[in-house]
């Protein structure tokens, strides 16, 4: 019999011992923290090693290709990851949400936006492809790197499986099957680069990367279902989920027009080798994105919780939850600032340093996107979508019309500036305008009056 149904209290963490007697007393007892805790902890760890491993093997893999070459790849993977936006659907967060609020719905939450995903990243490879194909010639370079990196789109699907262990505060089961994948495909690229293999080879590992998380949550999502055999109703459920998440699918859009666009415009008005530079360096930059949705994808089943039963300490937690967001930006921000030149020479080589400029300035984007992301759960249960989509829209224009004027003028550090100056309109300023509770609470501010 277990604790639980022996109504005994479960245990602390042996860690708990360990902190001092005021912070101890504090944490004693308090169980669903150290559940979210402990989930957050697989997350993080998963992650920042995901993250490295990205920054390591990119780094040897874009020293071995050039600036060049890396630019064909990074070209390709943003036209991409417009049409893994599209296939995601926008559901991820309504989904988590709705589990955690009734778990008797899993099932079919869960079989119809796998069913939905699955349709969508079909058709959306079938016409990447042709469309590439069309554009630059059958059997053009570009389209068989769009035939291998697009077909990450059909197994983007089974990140389904991920949204029930979000759901579930069990992200220690996506974590493995993630860390398995990073592990086996990056392998497959240093082991590319040792036997000197073409650029198409790299866009396989890809590919192999996304088939194999795909697999690993499968056998993962064995040893912990549901409950109940996955149903669909694509009429029924599809469309009310469709109802309401197609503001995220064109906030998603939006965001892509922000945050790489950029890449294709410089492609096309400064070359591939430009572009390659680009790519590299900032990865310096985006590369700390994961700590804001590790975070916030972690605590959003628990404040979705809280907020129905208190939403006072709800609206302080979140409060709390921005104030760490804009410290730990800020402070990422100002280290890659001061040392982004060293940095650039010693992992990607001489080769990117025209780079530092626009990773001085890109990094600055680091402080609205950890607060844009900070939002979502805010948003998701206050049924805000559409000032999200306001944020995005707006963004998204600003970010074209600036890389227009920016690029032929700046270079890639024109591209930085739009960033950072079209994030922050759609992270911060939209909020100062039109939601000034959200942006009071992205101060860390929670008063009555004014929330």
């Given at each position: 019999?277990?604790?639980?149904?022996?109504?005994?209290?479960?245990?602390?963490?042996?860690?708990?011992?360990?902190?001092?007697?005021?912070?101890?007393?504090?944490?004693?007892?308090?169980?669903?923290?150290?559940?979210v805790l402990h989930n957050s902890g697989w997350l993080v760890a998963d992650k920042v090693f995901r993250a490295l491993a990205a920054i390591v093997v990119s780094a040897w893999v874009a020293r071995y290709l050039g600036p060049e070459e890396y630019g064909k790849l990074a070209y390709i993977l943003a036209i991409v990851a417009v049409f893994q936006i599209a296939c995601a659907l926008g559901l991820d967060g309504i989904v988590?949400?709705?589990?955690?609020?009734?778990?008797?719905?899993?099932?079919?939450?869960?079989?119809?936006?796998?069913?939905m995903r699955l349709v969508a990243g079909l058709v959306c490879w079938t016409g990447l492809v042709f469309s590439m194909a069309i554009v630059f010639g059958w059997g053009n370079e570009n389209m068989w790197l769009s035939l291998f990196i697009g077909g990450s789109l059909i197994f983007q699907a089974g990140d389904t499986i991920d949204l029930w262990f979000q759901s579930q505060v069990q992200s220690r089961r996506t974590v493995l099957a993630k860390f398995i994948a990073v592990l086996i495909s990056s392998s497959l690229r240093v082991l590319f680069i040792v036997f000197k293999a073409p650029l198409l080879y790299f866009a396989v590992a890809f590919f192999a990367e996304t088939a194999i998380v795909a697999v690993a949550l499968a056998i993962s999502y064995q040893l912990f279902k549901c409950g109940q055999k996955w149903q669909f109703r694509l009429k029924e459920r599809g469309k009310i989920l469709l109802k309401e998440s197609w503001p995220f699918i064109v906030s998603?859009?939006?965001?892509?027009?922000?945050?790489?666009?950029?890449?294709?415009?410089?492609?096309?008005?400064?070359?591939?080798?430009?572009?390659?530079?680009?790519?590299?360096?900032?990865?310096?930059?985006?590369?700390?994105?994961?700590?804001?949705?590790?975070?916030?994808?972690?605590?959003?089943?628990?404040?979705?919780?809280?907020?129905?039963?208190?939403?006072?300490?709800?609206l302080k937690r979140t409060a709390k939850i921005f104030r760490l967001l804009l410290l730990l930006s800020i402070g990422i921000s100002l280290f890659i600032y001061w040392q982004g030149e060293n940095l650039i020479a010693l992992i990607f080589g001489e080769k990117y340093i025209a780079g530092h400029v626009a990773l001085g300035i890109h990094v600055f984007t680091n402080i609205s996107v950890f607060?844009?992301?900070?939002?979502?759960?805010?948003?998701?249960?206050?049924?805000?979508?559409?000032?999200?989509?306001?944020?995005?829209?707006?963004?998204?224009?600003?970010?074209?019309l600036l890389n227009l004027m920016l690029i032929p003028k700046y270079g890639i550090a024109g591209a930085s500036i739009s960033a950072a100056v079209s994030m922050f309109i759609s992270a911060v300023l939209i909020n100062f305008i039109f939601a000034k509770k959200l942006f009071y609470l992205q101060l860390g501010i929670y008063k009555k009056n004014t929330v």
């Open positions: 019999m277990s604790l639980r149904e022996n109504n005994m209290p479960r245990p602390d963490p042996l860690w708990v011992k360990l902190l001092p007697a005021k912070i101890r007393v504090r944490m004693e007892g308090r169980h669903n923290l150290f559940a988590v949400r709705d589990i955690a609020k009734n778990k008797e719905e899993a099932s079919l939450l869960l079989g119809t936006t796998f069913m998603g859009l939006s965001v892509y027009i922000y945050m790489r666009v950029d890449q294709v415009m410089i492609r096309n008005i400064l070359g591939e080798k430009e572009l390659g530079i680009f790519s590299a360096v900032i990865a310096l930059s985006t590369g700390w994105y994961f700590l804001p949705v590790t975070l916030c994808s972690s605590l959003l089943p628990s404040l979705s919780k809280l907020r129905t039963d208190n939403k006072e300490l709800y607060l844009g992301v900070g939002q979502s759960a805010w948003i998701l249960n206050e049924k805000k979508q559409k000032l999200f989509l306001l944020q995005t829209l707006a963004g998204g224009a600003t970010s074209v």
